[in-house]
T-cell receptor
Framework: DAGVIQSPRHEVTEMGQEVTLRCKPISGHDYLFWYRQTMMRGLELLIY????????DSGMPEDRFSAKMPNASFSTLKIQPSEPRDSAVYFC????????????FGPGTRLTVL | GESVGLHLPTLSVQEGDNSIINCAYSNSASDYFIWYKQESGKGPQFIIDIRSNMDKRQGQRVTVLLNKTVKHLSLQIAATQPGDSAVYFC????????????FGTGTKLQVIP
């Protein structure tokens, strides 16, 4: 298996633009997570899905952020409009959800908002 | 609020020595803990986990110790190698089930050749 796939790996955009981050989880995993990592705040859980259904979005910073999972093999995290303080590395992770809580992380998307 | 924190932000260890990375947690209701390793430019990678009904668990070259009395977690790496250089995070679950976890701030381990 190729592991969790994220695209793009790097994104540079200007303030006010819409940004869409994409994730393909590991096949057969029932859980999908979106995290944001910054030096100031560390690794924060934004939202997670179980069987394509959002379970907990309490970590989503504000209405500018939205996430969808239209099917078991694809999820998006959208920021509209983007702001400089959204600059961070965004990770997607998936988990089989059986027994262990091990999460498999993707390589991340480094977002820079100018 | 409840949080997971690490005592040492940076730890330097001589190659071949053992490393001990510590983590304090404050949520006494947490019953599941995980250690992750994050190398530069990569996502976190699972190392080992432990449930609250255990106080020790061993993996390959790694051991996790859990002291629920003082709410302390540690990761021991035997015979530290250059490839162990990374940031290490402890994480605890803070809700029912093992899926939602809160990550600590991380400790950077530097292995000196």
């Amino acid at each position: 298996d190729a592991g969790v796939i994220q695209s793009p790996r790097h994104e540079v955009t200007e303030m006010g633009q819409e940004v869409t981050l994409r994730c393909k989880p590991i096949s057969g995993h029932d859980y999908l997570f979106w995290y944001r990592q910054t030096m100031m705040r560390g690794l924060e859980l934004l939202i997670y899905f179980n069987n394509n259904v959002p379970i907990d979005d309490s970590g989503m910073p504000e209405d500018r952020f939205s996430a969808k999972m239209p099917n078991a093999s694809f999820s998006t995290l959208k920021i509209q409009p983007s702001e400089p303080r959204d600059s961070a590395v965004y990770f997607c992770a998936s988990s089989p959800g059986t027994g262990s809580g091990e999460q498999f992380f993707g390589p991340g998307t480094r977002l820079t908002v100018l | 609020g409840e949080s997971v924190g690490l005592h040492l932000p940076t730890l330097s260890v001589q190659e071949g020595d053992n490393s001990i990375i510590n983590c304090a947690y404050s949520n006494s209701a947490s019953d599941y803990f995980i250690w992750y390793k994050q190398e530069s430019g990569k996502g976190p990678q699972f190392i080992i986990d432990i449930r609250s009904n255990m106080d020790k668990r061993q993996g390959q070259r790694v051991t996790v110790l859990l002291n629920k009395t003082v709410k302390h977690l540690s990761l021991q790496i035997a015979a530290t190698q250059p490839g162990d250089s990374a940031v290490y995070f402890c994480a605890e679950n803070n809700s029912g089930g093992y899926q939602k976890v809160t990550f600590g701030t991380g400790t950077k381990l530097q292995v000196i050749p």
